[in-house]
């Protein structure tokens, strides 16, 4: 089998997590990279967590680079900057360094795609702002659900913030190559991290955007708890409908007519001593053995993996997660794809190892590009013609049809009138902080926020697949469009007769992607999930908490909006191999698995060692201060880290204590780490009084990392979400008028654009069988009068 991007020519500058992580997942998928290191080679090299063992140095490094080529130039001289030269001249892709201009890279050559990613951008508010992962989640709204209510919120771990801008700019980068083939024309690609971070954080700025309010930490929470077995920590989620099924499975049933807990809203008024008597049942059992249990009561429940715990974990060695490139342990694939899978040539590069090649400093293969400027792209966006047929529902799947639509493509949401998508909140009691003035209408189910955020671009098509004439409609949409995704449970699209088998039959070159959470086979493949419990189940959750505290997890579901972005770049790796080939293929996501990518570093240190990162707050082994400081207001907070002692000295004096640096408390990062409370404790009293905006900007001004702990009213007012054009007003039929929160994607050439606001119910439905499938009106007043289609959802939905 082919690899997808057989052919293509990378060079990689980036000299950063996001920029490396983009081209490493370029070449997992055939590309030829060469990663151009100046001669003390890439930063990158440098930094945490590091091998104890073998000749690996960085494990962040080598996570980022396997699979790439290694060319060591000193670009301050001329002989340097003559071989970058050739290089780029002979390249398809260039991933530039922050404050890079792209431009020049054009103008040598016409024919490459140009990105760059940076913390902030080139310009704007915030362009010189230092952005440290915990600068990024405190910007990005995610930080501020986070952790308890009065306690500092928690950032999270590892480069997450990072790693997901690697995907962005390898789905603008993709999208780009896709437009090029039709107009011989390269372009510029941007991705900020911190606009990445914004766009992963559940959408809360909606809420308010909407009525005013602010989710706040000390709100009604999710429907879940945690419970210490035996072996670790297990999260469980009590839906209101798997209430009896949950007693049942843990021998409980007497709760079911325990007045304190028989009826939904007693049961929330009394969850911790719920959670005791469930914690008394289980204290005993194995993790593993609780969650199997539950999982076939169809309760949806987790442990929290530790990440040393993943190497032996029976479920993805029967899956053949972990693979190898010599004696070392990689990751594997953050998407699977059926006729084009990844493939690791090699661990990461020595540096300079293929200085002086048999073409200079070029690999053998690469030829200079000649550009053919003779053709535009019709419509808006690099996929304008395609047309995405989405059977999903909640996020993870909708993130996927929404990147593709952001980019052009046609996309169409298919739901049954009786099962509605889930973040329509068809079954819940209206509560008014969803809907727009706190007014759910005639039809809250077209005015909630999460799908209403969700689901710009799409059209609505509701159609009831257990009828004939459903099922005939679905089957003639799969022949007039290129993918099809799907994000409910492994097995679903073969009991609808639309597996990728069938598909296939009907559009021969069909993409067809399914988002499982745990995989398609293996022991925990039926398993149901959540953001939070895939959160778990990739040994994130392990690493994030307070010391000697439970695990926590990233806002209400952090994992989605990641499945997403990974769907939609497995769909543009598969797009640009039938470009080539004419060949469709079946592409499989496992969230958890795509995730993993986030910890990578840590979760290879962890198996090298056996030694788990133990949850500590916001502390860092690598800054101090590394944390959340209290600052005027309720709650409020602004996030602190220096990470050199430059940064740590020039805190002390816009403190106002220069002499602090000095003292041998604190004189050294050993020190500080040793007396981190005491040091706590000093800059609490100093930003205890400031506003959160005002210190920040202070500190950043001096070159110290910090950032605004931002609610969702502080997203709704940035000045840098603004500036980089992330809200779209949009007119929504029902909801109304309001700014939409967006993509960090930014194609120069052929922009991605919110163009409509979520459909309502079935709005689309004649639009489809008229426009896209052609049929009579008497056709479709036939279909109507079946009962196949719906504009309001039906009980039992």
């Given at each position: 089998?082919?690899?997808?991007?057989?052919g293509?020519?990378?060079?990689?500058?980036?000299?950063?997590?996001?920029?490396?992580?983009?081209?490493?997942?370029?070449?997992?998928?055939?590309?030829?990279?060469v990663l151009?290191?100046?001669?003390?080679?890439?930063?990158?090299r440098?930094?945490?967590?590091?091998?104890?063992?073998?000749?690996?140095g960085?494990?962040?490094?080598?996570?980022?680079?396997?699979?790439?080529?290694?060319?060591?130039?000193?670009?301050?001289?001329?002989?340097?900057?003559?071989?970058?030269d050739?290089?780029?001249?002979m390249?398809?892709?260039?991933?530039?360094?922050?404050?890079?201009?792209?431009?020049r890279?054009l103008?040598?050559?016409?024919?490459?795609i140009?990105?760059?990613v940076?913390?902030f951008?080139?310009?704007?508010?915030l362009?010189?702002?230092?952005?440290?992962?915990?600068?990024?989640?405190?910007?990005?709204?995610?930080?501020?659900?986070?952790?308890?209510?009065?306690?500092?919120?928690?950032?999270?771990?590892?480069?997450?913030a990072?790693?997901?801008?690697?995907?962005?700019a390898?789905?603008?980068?993709?999208?780009?190559?896709?437009?090029?083939?039709?107009?011989g024309?390269?372009?510029?690609?941007?991705?900020?991290?911190?606009?990445?971070?914004?766009?992963?954080?559940?959408?809360?700025?909606?809420?308010?955007i909407?009525?005013?309010?602010?989710?706040?930490?000390?709100d009604?929470?999710?429907?879940?708890?945690?419970v210490?077995?035996?072996?670790g920590?297990?999260?469980?989620?009590?839906?209101?409908h798997?209430?009896?099924?949950?007693?049942?499975?843990l021998?409980l049933?007497h709760?079911?007519?325990?007045?304190?807990?028989?009826?939904?809203?007693?049961?929330?008024?009394?969850?911790?001593?719920?959670f005791?008597?469930?914690?008394?049942?289980?204290?005993?059992?194995?993790?593993?053995?609780?969650?199997a249990?539950?999982?076939?009561?169809?309760?949806?429940?987790a442990?929290?993996?530790?990440?040393?715990e993943?190497?032996?974990?029976?479920h993805?060695?029967?899956?053949?997660y972990?693979?190898?490139?010599?004696?070392?342990?990689?990751?594997?694939p953050?998407?699977?794809?059926?006729?084009t899978?990844?493939?690791?040539?090699?661990?990461?590069?020595?540096?300079g190892?293929?200085?002086?090649?048999?073409?200079?400093?070029?690999?053998?293969?690469?030829?200079?590009?000649?550009?053919?400027?003779?053709?535009?792209?019709?419509?808006?966006?690099?996929?304008?013609?395609?047309?995405?047929?989405?059977?999903?529902?909640?996020?993870?799947?909708?993130?996927?049809?929404?990147?593709?639509?952001?980019?052009?493509?046609?996309?169409?949401?298919?739901?049954?009138?009786?099962?509605?998508?889930?973040?329509?909140?068809?079954?819940?009691?209206p509560?008014?902080?969803?809907?727009?003035?706190?007014?759910?209408?005639?039809?809250?189910?077209?005015?909630?926020?999460?799908?209403n955020s969700?689901?710009?671009?799409?059209?609505s098509?509701i159609l009831?697949?257990?009828?004939?004439?459903?099922?005939?409609?679905?089957?003639?949409?799969?022949?007039?469009?290129?993918?099809?995704?799907?994000?409910f449970?492994?097995?679903?699209?073969?009991?609808l007769?639309?597996?990728?088998?069938?598909?296939?039959?009907?559009?021969?070159?069909?993409?067809?992607?399914e988002?499982?959470?745990?995989?398609?086979?293996?022991?925990?493949?039926?398993y149901?999930?959540?953001?939070?419990?895939?959160?778990?189940?990739?040994?994130?959750?392990?690493?994030i908490?307070?010391?000697?505290?439970?695990?926590?997890?990233?806002?209400p579901?952090?994992?989605?909006?990641?499945?997403?972005?990974?769907?939609?770049?497995?769909?543009?790796?598969?797009?640009?191999?039938?470009?080539?080939?004419?060949?469709?293929?079946y592409?499989?996501?496992?969230q958890?698995?795509?995730?993993?990518?986030l910890?990578?570093?840590?979760?290879?240190?962890?198996?090298?060692?056996?030694?788990?990162?133990?949850?500590?707050?916001?502390?860092?082994?690598?800054?101090?201060?590394?944390?959340?400081?209290?600052?005027?207001?309720?709650?409020?907070?602004?996030?602190?880290?220096?990470?050199?002692?430059?940064e740590?000295q020039?805190l002390?004096g816009?403190?106002?204590?220069?002499?602090?640096?000095?003292?041998?408390?604190?004189?050294?990062?050993?020190?500080?780490?040793?007396?981190i409370e005491?040091?706590?404790?000093?800059?609490?009293?100093?930003?205890?009084?400031?506003?959160?905006?005002?210190?920040?900007?202070r500190?950043?001004a001096?070159?110290?990392?910090?950032?605004?702990?931002?609610?969702?009213?502080?997203?709704?007012?940035?000045?840098?979400?603004?500036?980089?054009?992330?809200?779209?007003?949009?007119?929504?039929?029902?909801?109304?008028?309001?700014?939409?929160?967006?993509?960090?994607?930014?194609?120069?050439?052929?922009?991605g654009?919110?163009?409509?606001?979520?459909?309502?119910?079935?709005?689309?439905?004649?639009?489809?069988?008229?426009?896209?499938?052609?049929?009579?009106?008497?056709?479709i007043?036939?279909?109507?009068?079946?009962?196949a289609?719906?504009?309001?959802?039906?009980?039992?939905?």
């Amino acid at each position: 089998m082919a690899s997808a991007l057989t052919g293509l020519s990378v060079v990689d500058l980036s000299e950063s997590v996001g920029g490396q992580y983009c081209a490493r997942l370029l070449a997992d998928f055939g590309a030829e990279v060469v990663l151009v290191e100046p001669p003390d080679g890439s930063v990158l090299r440098r930094m945490p967590p590091f091998s104890e063992a073998g000749d690996r140095g960085s494990l962040l490094f080598f996570h980022l680079n396997t699979g790439k080529r290694s060319v060591s130039l000193d670009l301050g001289s001329a002989g340097g900057r003559d071989a970058l030269d050739g290089l780029l001249r002979m390249a398809d892709v260039a991933i530039l360094p922050p404050g890079s201009k792209p431009q020049r890279v054009l103008a040598l050559n016409p024919h490459c795609i140009a990105a760059v990613v940076s913390p902030f951008g080139a310009d704007g508010p915030l362009s010189a702002w230092k952005g440290p992962e915990i600068v990024l989640q405190a910007l990005s709204g995610m930080m501020h659900n986070n952790g308890a209510h009065g306690r500092e919120p928690l950032y999270g771990c590892g480069r997450r913030a990072s790693f997901a801008a690697g995907i962005a700019a390898y789905i603008g980068v993709t999208a780009a190559l896709y437009a090029r083939e039709r107009t011989g024309l390269g372009q510029t690609v941007t991705v900020d991290e911190a606009e990445t971070a914004a766009a992963m954080c559940f959408p809360y700025v909606l809420q308010h955007i909407y009525n005013g309010t602010v989710k706040g930490r000390g709100d009604p929470n999710i429907p879940a708890g945690q419970v210490r077995c035996r072996d670790g920590w297990v999260c469980i989620w009590i839906y209101n409908h798997r209430w009896s099924a949950l007693c049942r499975a843990l021998g409980l049933e007497h709760l079911e007519r325990d007045e304190r807990f028989s009826a939904p809203t007693p049961r929330r008024a009394r969850w911790a001593a719920l959670f005791e008597i469930i914690q008394d049942k289980v204290a005993g059992l194995e993790a593993e053995q609780l969650v199997a249990e539950l999982q076939r009561a169809e309760v949806i429940a987790a442990k929290a993996y530790r990440p040393s715990e993943l190497r032996a974990s029976s479920h993805l060695n029967q899956r053949g997660y972990w693979e190898a490139v010599g004696e070392e342990v990689i990751l594997g694939p953050p998407f699977r794809m059926s006729r084009t899978p990844r493939r690791v040539r090699s661990g990461a590069p020595r540096l300079g190892a293929d200085n002086g090649g048999p073409r200079g400093t070029a690999p053998a293969g690469w030829r200079t590009r000649q550009s053919r400027a003779d053709a535009v792209i019709p419509g808006t966006g690099p996929l304008a013609g395609l047309r995405v047929l989405e059977l999903t529902t909640a996020w993870a799947g909708p993130m996927a049809g929404r990147v593709l639509g952001f980019l052009g493509a046609e996309a169409i949401h298919v739901e049954s009138p009786t099962r509605v998508n889930s973040w329509r909140l068809n079954k819940e009691v209206p509560n008014p902080v969803n809907f727009p003035d706190g007014d759910p209408g005639a039809r809250p189910y077209d005015r909630a926020f999460q799908f209403n955020s969700q689901n710009v671009n799409k059209l609505s098509c509701i159609l009831d697949l257990k009828t004939g004439e459903g099922r005939e409609i679905i089957r003639r949409l799969a022949a007039v469009s290129d993918v099809v995704i799907c994000n409910f449970r492994p097995g679903t699209l073969a009991k609808l007769g639309l597996d990728y088998d069938s598909l296939r039959r009907i559009r021969p070159d069909i993409i067809v992607a399914e988002l499982p959470a745990f995989g398609a086979e293996g022991p925990m493949a039926r398993y149901a999930a959540l953001g939070p419990t895939m959160e778990m189940s990739t040994g994130m959750s392990s690493m994030i908490g307070y010391p000697g505290g439970q695990p926590e997890t990233t806002g209400p579901s952090y994992l989605d909006p990641i499945g997403g972005f990974n769907a939609a770049a497995g769909i543009l790796t598969a797009l640009l191999h039938r470009q080539r080939t004419g060949e469709g293929q079946y592409i499989e996501v496992p969230q958890v698995e795509a995730a993993m990518q986030l910890i990578g570093p840590e979760l290879l240190a962890a198996i090298e060692t056996g030694r788990d990162p133990a949850p500590n707050g916001n502390r860092s082994p690598h800054a101090a201060p590394h944390d959340a400081f209290p600052v005027r207001g309720d709650d409020q907070w602004v996030a602190i880290a220096a990470e050199t002692e430059a940064e740590w000295q020039t805190l002390c004096g816009v403190m106002g204590h220069p002499g602090l640096a000095a003292d041998p408390r604190f004189a050294t990062l050993t020190a500080r780490q040793e007396n981190i409370e005491a040091l706590t404790a000093i800059i609490a009293d100093w930003t205890r009084s400031q506003d959160k905006h005002a210190v920040a900007a202070r500190l950043q001004a001096a070159g110290v990392p910090a950032a605004p702990v931002q609610t969702p009213e502080d997203l709704a007012r940035s000045g840098y979400l603004a500036h980089r054009g992330f809200f779209t007003v949009l007119e929504h039929a029902d909801a109304g008028r309001h700014p939409h929160p967006g993509l960090p994607i930014h194609l120069a050439a052929t922009p991605g654009s919110q163009r409509r606001a979520a459909p309502c119910f079935g709005a689309d439905n004649r639009r489809v069988l008229r426009d896209i499938l052609g049929m009579t009106p008497a056709e479709i007043a036939a279909v109507e009068a079946s009962g196949a289609m719906a504009t309001e959802p039906r009980p039992g939905a």
